[in-house]
């Protein structure tokens, strides 16, 4: 699972959609994989609008990535090749391939294996 | 015609084998009035820096063996008129989870080569198969495209959904008839649609405002005679707010009774 996936996962339980704490959902015990991948600069581009900057800070934080810009970049920064390389490496060359996604709401974990995250819930939750 | 993605690697065992209501999707989306739609939609040449260049998120849900969301992303410059879409599928079953990630990669590659001649020599990148019911673990308002080709026969029963953990239990200590009922369950899910077909596409209707990304989201639904789809898209066009509904694909009269529709669902903006 490429780490751009969890900027548009959020927890299954529908109690938690409205609140703030279900966003982003939190890597525990992730076993991280580079999978290289063509540099594409224009594709970046195109990619940095989508990404909730706040949400990515702490993902990259909680994987142990050295510290991200503060804020998104834009204007010239987009221009800058070396934060468009990071990006690329971070956002799609990084596969989580074991772990679990957990919701700052709930605390329900989600398990990921052979990069594929599980979203079903227990009928308890449903 | 464009070609279909290969899905050699499957194992139809628990996963849908790609069949006309497949087919239909593919023809479509690449037809040259929905291509021409999207494209416009999507723009990525727009010159004011606004949202309508950002990636769009492209979801199927229920992607089985992967063949239609392959394809979109293997031909998303004939379709959207830019590569750089993030398709994304979804299945309750991890073995199709698996088989979409390898159909959508395989088609990639296959259809877009590093060709001098290309004016567009990006590629995209399938991002992930997640697992999960429809679109619950998806950002509310984050997808651009969705598309979803339900389990559309009328049946008795609607099949329960998996439970979490039923999947992690290793097969080949299984004995043939239990390996036989689970694939039949797993098959079952593909197909059986509840009441009139429809009680999966109902609850997948009802979180389409939710799920699509305000401005430009649209979504793709099919539908059989049985799911009576010109009440359906009275339905959705009476959520008022500027929904709309319009039929843009269907596999004419050949098929008899099983006669298929492909809705289009957006929202017009004033």
Not at chain 1, 11 to 17: I, T
Not at chain 1, 88 to 93: D, Y
Not at chain 2, 137 to 158: A, Q
């Amino acid at each position: 699972m490429k780490l751009i996936t969890a900027n548009f996962l959020t927890c299954a339980v529908k109690g938690c959609k409205a609140s703030p704490a279900s966003f982003p959902l939190h890597f525990r015990d992730a076993e991280l994989e580079l999978q290289e991948l063509d540099f594409q600069p224009d594709f970046i581009r195109n990619i940095v609008p989508r990404i909730d900057w706040h949400a990515l800070q702490i993902m990259a934080n909680e994987l142990g990535f050295p510290k991200i810009l503060d804020k998104k970049p834009e204007g010239d920064e987009l221009k800058d090749e070396q934060i468009l390389k990071e990006l690329h490496r971070l956002l799609l060359e990084t596969h989580i391939n074991e772990g679990k996604l957990t919701c700052g709401n709930c605390g329900h974990e989600y398990l990921i294996k052979e990069g594929i995250a599980n979203f079903l819930l227990p009928s308890h939750l449903v | 015609m464009l070609p279909t993605p290969c899905t050699s690697h499957v194992s139809f065992d628990t996963i849908y084998e790609p069949s006309e209501d497949s087919y239909l999707f593919l023809d479509t989306l690449a037809s040259p009035s929905e291509s021409a739609w999207l494209t416009q939609r999507f723009n990525a040449t727009s010159s004011s820096p606004n949202q309508s260049t950002a990636s769009p998120l492209v979801v199927e849900l229920g992607t089985g063996s992967g063949v239609v969301l392959g394809f979109v992303a293997a031909n998303s410059q004939v379709i959207f008129g830019r590569r750089d879409i993030l398709p994304l599928g979804i299945d309750v079953n991890r073995n199709a989870c698996i088989a979409t990630r390898e159909t959508a990669n395989k088609a990639i590659k296959e259809r877009q080569t590093d060709n001098e001649s290309e004016a567009n020599c990006q590629k995209t990148v399938y991002l992930s198969s997640v697992m999960a019911d429809l679109g619950s673990s998806l950002r509310p308002g984050s997808v651009d495209v969705l598309m979803f080709n339900p389990p559309y026969v009328p049946s008795e029963d609607l099949p329960r959904l998996p439970s979490v953990t039923e999947q992690d239990v290793d097969e080949s200590g299984m004995s043939r008839s239990a390996k036989f009922e689970r694939d039949s369950y797993f098959l079952s899910l593909t197909y059986a649609g509840g009441r009139d077909g429809m009680e999966t596409t109902d609850r997948l209707l009802e979180e389409i405002p939710g799920l699509l990304a305000p401005g430009r989201g649209v979504a793709y639904v099919l539908f059989c005679a049985q799911n009576r789809p010109q009440e359906v898209k009275e339905r959705i066009r009476a959520w008022g707010d500027g929904w709309q509904a319009a039929t843009v694909g269907n596999s004419g009269q050949q098929a008899g009774w099983e006669k298929l529709v492909i809705v289009r669902i957006w929202k017009e903006t004033a």
